[in-house]
């Protein structure tokens, strides 16, 4: 039904985004957002027949809007006063992590190899839809947490004592050390942080189980990787939007 609003505003020049019946126009000033709310309203009113939800709607600053999940911020970069990037919004970080959390339980009934499966399947989805946005820094602090989770489930899988030393000791702790570090008290978390893990269970080795760090996928399917400046997707500021009811 909105395939002729689609028509209408690639013919008067705008840029814009449609999903489904909730679209935005971007402009470049509060006084061009006006004047195309005002005349797409019309053309939604006497044209196509439509009521537009006036909640929903209205003229907006980038960091004042969200569409599918995508958010905007400044730059914060010298000489970039009104420039802003795609990020994503905090709840679908939220629900990532969440996602990410219940498939490196400790008790849930998976072998390592099943829990890389997963957890690739999850983030790669979750990267490929979000590639557009500026998401590295999150991304790193993000893989960080996942590898601990994963050496937890590693030293829980060990269970008994004398299986963790022999372990620590095929991982190039000496016997006295791995000794002490088998019957610690400390809790699996908390071991899965210390430098016992770090330094035996490394990256190294667990990419060799078949790990893939997210900032590492997310460089090789991002645009602003490979792709020169003038090809890389424009990243208008968010003025005018507005939700149709149909």
Not at 112 to 131: E, T, V
Request: aromatic content about 12%.
């Amino acid at each position: 039904m909105l395939h002729e609003l689609d028509k209408e505003l690639e013919k008067r020049g705008h840029r814009y985004v449609r999903y489904a019946d909730d679209f935005s126009i971007y402009t470049k000033s509060k006084k061009a957002a006006c004047r195309a709310g005002n005349s797409i309203f019309l053309f939604l009113k006497n044209k196509l027949k439509l009521p537009i939800n006036r909640e929903k709607s209205g003229i907006r600053r980038p960091v004042q809007f969200q569409l599918l999940g995508h958010k905007f911020v400044p730059t914060y970069k010298k000489g970039d006063k009104g420039k802003y990037q795609v990020v994503v919004a905090d709840k679908k970080w939220k629900t990532l992590k969440q996602e990410l959390k219940r498939i490196t339980k400790k008790t849930a009934p998976s072998t390592f190899d099943q829990r890389i499966a997963k957890l690739k399947a999850i983030q790669r989805g979750w990267i490929n839809y979000f590639r557009m946005a500026s998401i590295q820094v999150k991304l790193k602090e993000l893989d960080s947490w996942l590898r601990n989770r994963l050496r937890y489930c590693i030293w829980e899988d060990w269970k008994k004592p004398e299986r963790k030393r022999k372990n620590l000791i095929r991982l190039g702790i000496h016997n006295g050390q791995a000794y002490a570090w088998s019957r610690t008290r400390m809790g699996g978390w908390a071991v899965a942080q210390s430098p016992i893990l770090v330094t035996t269970i490394t990256i190294e080795r667990l990419v060799r189980r078949g790990y893939e760090s997210m900032v590492s996928y997310y460089e090789k399917v991002s645009p602003q990787f490979h792709e020169p400046l003038y090809t890389r997707p424009v990243q208008p500021v968010p003025i005018f939007h507005r939700d149709t009811v149909v």
